[in-house]
């Protein structure tokens, strides 16, 4: 089985009349067998690479079914036969998908980036079929109930029909995806007949360092080099066999039309650094800023006592997040049927429909039940009592008293964002203000908030409000430095709030020196960019 990252994928469009120039091409008029004409075309030499046009690789086979005497045909399966990889297809039955999808996509990118390449077109789908059995077990009938539909589905619709002007007994299928599944998709179909060759699964990695031909040497099935043909989409993987046959086709066909189930996965925070904003943003702006102010907000008063309280919210805003990301998705599908002209990324159409509401709420409520376990007995015992909720009857009951609440918090910024995306300019203004405050103290219902911590969460309002309202005012914000406003806000207020809470204690704590080394720190870069830009121009404009 190939990897889908790399490998050329098919059309179910029909090949309709394309086709039929080039068999009188290559077949003539008065010869019944194109292999005399095929030999001296320049993409059938012995070894040959260069990929041919579908149309012509067509106009072979269905040439090929008059020929005399009668030729074999060895046909690829992943993206040859079918569309996607039939790995990808298998893993994709497994249920619930919103949790081992994402955990199957993840170990396959994890696995390609620690083992050199060769190593992972040998190992990456067969570890991850023995996990994903080891897993998730029953997916097997899941996938024998829906095989037969999802080959319907996934097949080459093009290469199929032109098969089917060949004899099914001279027709074989030659794959390293695993046997079973293959011939789980096959059945039911005319194929079902064809010889397969194809590994069990623990022969794929034997097999796929052996090669295409020493599995159908040991299967009996050795083709006649002079007079078969082959199919493929992959010279990487059928080197050996496109090397050994007068008439190896390399065929790229066009991309599938139905996308690979295994890609639309839907991971946490992807569509965010895919389509909504970019990687740097999911690095910089949420997991290098918003993440340390919730822990600057929450977690220095544990510390360095309790450290869990930190892991606890690490979890709780990924928790958060990963619902809120559903309000990125729906602002863009919102703007693209109300807008004239809509801000979209060039991404958008290919993951409309990435983002599933159920799947992110999953996500959403592992990453909470794993933070209140990591808060231990008397972190939840502590969150409980802050509630001013009673004594409570059992344990059990007390992490579903807790649950619940965060899950609360979690639908009312949902709620707030759909509301936010519906809303005219005018009103998006404000509702951006309760947006970022249901981002960074949902937590408050677990944690108390000191005085600094309050200023900190002013200050950082501030700074991500200001240069929104500005823009979506028709101002220009460039000429200042959002990270500054933050850094001012905090050292302009915090001793005020010190003053009227009657404890100048406040302003010696070592977490205030913390929250304002970040707030430097944050602001350093940015500071530089905007003075920098000052000193080489007079015009305000300009800077």
Same mark, same amino acid.
């Given at each position: ?17 394309? +086709?039929?120039?080039?068999? #009188? ?57 079918? +569309? &996607? ?83 099914? &007994? ?32 623990? #022969?794929?990695?034997?097999? #796929? #360092? ?86 600057? $907000?929450? +977690? ?46 060039? &991404? ?70 759909? @509301?936010?995306?519906?809303?005219? $300019? ?26 600094? +911590? ?20 028709? @101002? ?25 809470? @009657? ?5 010696? @704590? ?31 404009? &300009?800077?």
């Amino acid at each position: 089985m190939k990897d889908a990252s790399t490998s050329v994928r098919c059309s179910d469009a029909d090949a309709g009349a394309p +086709g039929a120039g080039p068999v #009188r091409d290559v077949v003539g008029t008065e010869q019944h067998d194109p292999a005399p004409r095929l030999a001296e075309r320049p993409t059938a030499r012995p070894g040959t690479t260069a990929a041919i046009d579908p149309a012509e690789a067509l106009a072979v086979l269905r040439a090929l079914g008059q020929s005399k005497p009668p030729r074999h045909v060895y046909v690829d399966f992943d993206f040859t036969l079918c +569309g &996607q990889s039939s790995t990808d297809l298998f893993l994709a039955q497994a249920r619930p998908a919103a949790l081992y999808l994402p955990l199957f996509r993840l170990l396959g990118a994890v696995l390609r980036m620690v083992l050199p390449a060769g190593a992972a077109r040998r190992w990456v789908d067969p570890l991850r079929l023995w996990i994903g059995l080891l897993l998730c077990p029953w997916m097997i009938m899941s996938f024998r109930r829906r095989a037969q539909s999802l080959f319907r589905a996934y097949r080459n619709q093009r290469l199929v029909t032109a098969l089917d002007a060949i004899s099914v &007994q001279r027709i074989t299928i030659v794959s390293f995806g695993c046997d079973f599944v293959l011939r789980t998709l096959l059945r039911g179909s005319r194929l079902e007949a064809a010889r397969l060759v194809a590994p069990g699964l623990h #022969r794929m990695v034997r097999d #796929r #360092r052996a090669g295409k031909l020493a599995m159908l040497r040991r299967a009996g099935a050795m083709p006649d080099r002079a007079r078969d043909l082959a199919i493929t989409d992959c010279d990487r993987d059928d080197a050996d066999l496109l090397a050994y046959l007068r008439h190896g086709f390399l065929v790229r066909w066009p991309p599938c039309a139905r996308p690979n189930p295994m890609a639309m996965a839907y991971i946490p925070f992807a569509y965010t650094a895919r389509v909504k904003r970019s990687p740097g943003f999911l690095v910089k702006q949420i997991l290098l800023e918003e993440l340390p102010i919730v822990l600057l $907000l929450f +977690g220095l008063a544990a510390l360095p006592g309790d450290g869990r309280v930190l892991l606890a919210l690490v979890l709780l805003f990924l928790s958060y997040m990963t619902v809120y990301e559903i309000g990125y998705a729906d602002n863009d599908r919102v703007g693209e049927r109300s807008e004239a002209a809509p801000k979209l990324s060039p &991404q958008f159409p290919a993951y409309r429909d990435y983002v599933h509401p159920l799947s992110a709420w999953v996500w959403s409520l592992l990453f909470a039940v794993v933070a209140l376990a990591v808060m231990g007995e008397a972190g939840r015992a502590a969150a409980y009592a802050r509630a001013g909720f009673a004594v409570p009857d059992t344990a059990i009951h007390e992490f579903a008293v807790l649950l619940s609440g965060w899950m609360g918090c979690v639908l009312l910024g949902a709620l707030l964002f759909a @509301g936010f995306n519906r809303a005219t $300019l005018f009103w998006r203004v404000f509702l951006y203000l309760s947006l970022q405050t249901g981002k960074m103290l949902s937590p408050l219902i677990f944690f108390p908030l000191g005085p600094a +911590g309050a200023v900190l969460f002013m200050a950082h309002l501030v700074r991500m409000w200001a240069p929104y309202a500005i823009r979506r005012c028709g @101002g220009d914000f460039e000429r200042t430095s959002s990270q500054f406003i933050r850094l001012a806000f905090f050292l302009s207020f915090l001793p005020l709030v010190a003053f009227a809470a @009657g404890d100048l204690s406040i302003l010696l @704590g070592w977490e205030v020196a913390v929250m304002l080394a970040f707030c430097t720190l944050r602001s350093g870069p940015e500071l530089r960019r905007i003075l920098t830009r000052s000193r080489t121009t007079d015009d305000p404009a &300009q800077l």
